[in-house]
């Protein structure tokens, strides 16, 4: 067997302990495998507890998590991290076999940097967000937007993120968008981040379809929040983003009503519904910043 390299990877869940099984079995299955699988569960399940331990071998542990968000999950498992370099992943995922040793090979002598790569859906690729299957590998540094990191999917420097703020806590259970601050934060820095086709995940259709619009509505509010944050920190920039997002979103209604598609169908769907919310909400709470 190959040793493991010095690597940790990082996993927030809130107790999904069977789409779990499904991740920690894949990444013990990784040939070579990581030092160290950090699970972050802000659940407190006993069940997810006992499944991780059966783990203990591949180098899983319980990394107890007060609170809720993923943002404060992903933060507190890079903290806790015993290595620089850190992989992160959804509890709903699976990895591929080369998932741990391309994420090293791509990092190992240039960690400065973000990776980022494929996501795959598993089963109906309609009803699975944050995927990508983009063949050709690509280099984002110094375009300054969201929307090109996939968080289920990423490697990165530990000290870089945290020195760059990790991602914002204040990104509640509520809105999910997180992950487009973050990228945005970062490339607007003046920080690396690529995209590597050959790092590679399966990200699993689980959801109903009433799931599946909650799930819609909470990005659309949480593109909401973080327009607010920007432009109350004197980003007018982004104005061309909620230009674009309340653009795709008119499309989207008009194709809708003219076809019939459901709602869950469209993520666009949601931006008019719930996008002003999250805005607001945004608003008061970067007011009480400055």
């Known amino acids: 067997m190959v040793d493991p390299v010095p690597v940790s990877v990082v996993i927030p869940t809130l107790g999904r302990v069977e789409q779990l099984r499904s991740c920690l079995a894949s990444l013990a299955a990784c040939e070579p495998r990581a030092a160290e699988i950090l699970v972050v569960d802000q659940s407190g399940d006993p069940a997810l507890a ?5 783990y203990a071998t591949a180098g899983a542990r319980v990394v107890p998590c007060a609170g809720r968000g993923v ?22 995922c699976a990895v591929e076999p080369d998932w741990v040793g391309t994420g090293w090979r791509l990092m190992e002598n240039d960690p400065d940097k973000i990776v980022t790569g494929r996501v795959l859906p598993v089963g109906e690729a309609s009803a699975v967000l944050d995927t990508v299957d983009d063949p050709v590998a690509r280099d984002y540094t110094g375009e300054a937007r969201g929307g090109l990191l996939f968080p289920n999917n990423m490697v990165l420097s530990r000290t870089l993120v945290l020195a760059e703020g990790g991602f914002d806590e204040r990104f509640g259970p509520e809105e999910a968008a997180e992950d487009n601050d973050f990228c945005y934060r970062w490339l607007r820095a003046g920080r690396r981040l690529a995209y590597d086709p050959a790092l590679t995940v399966h990200h699993r259709d689980w959801r109903s379809p009433e799931e599946l619009e909650r799930l819609y509505a909470r990005y659309a509010r949480g593109e909401g929040f973080l327009y607010a944050k920007h432009l109350r920190q004197g980003d007018f920039g982004v104005l061309r983003f909620l230009a674009r997002d309340i653009f795709w979103a008119l499309r989207s209604l008009a194709s809708a009503l003219v076809k019939r598609r459901p709602r869950w169908t469209d993520p666009r769907r949601a931006t008019l519904r719930s996008l002003p919310g999250g805005f607001v909400h945004g608003w008061r709470v970067y007011r009480r910043e400055r």
Request: cysteine-free; charged content about 35%; proline content about 0%.
């Open 50 to 54: 006992a499944l991780v331990e059966s």
């Open 71 to 92: 943002s404060k999950g992903r933060n507190v498992g890079i903290r806790e991290a015993a290595h620089e370099i850190v992989f992160v992943t959804d509890d709903d």
